[in-house]
């Protein structure tokens, strides 16, 4: 007999492509939200705190914008952990993912418009 060990074929334990790539995918999202928070924090602190360029002024629509991208990353990246660790349940999380992405931008939408009224 050969002393060789076969590697194995499935991919993470099992999973097709398409559920290996829906979990990137849901990552992929937490990090862009991410580093779309870190940019906007980063354009107020170096235009305004270090340069001195521009005046920004924390107004109701950035403050949203800054809520709405770091409870999106947060979410996303809880999600993506949930997945991992229940995979039989992966439908119903991801529907109440987007259950509650849609009620989060409809409340976002409304709290702004509230404000500026």
Do not use: C
């Not at 990552?27 to 521009?54: E, K, N, R, Y």
């Not at 999106?72 to 039989?88: H, M, Q, W, Y």
Request: charged share 20%; net charge positive; no cysteine.
């Amino acid at each position: 007999m050969s002393k060789v060990k076969k590697k194995p074929t499935g991919l993470h334990g099992g999973l097709s492509e398409e559920e290996v790539k829906f979990e990137k995918i849901i990552q992929f999202s937490g990090w862009i939200f991410l580093i779309a928070l870190i940019l906007l924090m980063g354009a107020f602190f170096i235009f305004d705190s270090v340069l001195g360029i521009i005046e920004l002024e924390l107004n109701a629509s950035t403050f949203t914008l800054i809520i709405f991208f770091g409870t999106n990353s947060a979410i996303s990246f809880g999600l993506a952990t949930r997945i991992k660790k229940n995979r039989d349940q992966k439908k119903k999380l991801f529907f109440d993912w987007l259950m509650g992405e849609f009620l989060l931008g409809i409340i976002a939408i409304f709290a702004v418009a509230v404000y500026q009224w």
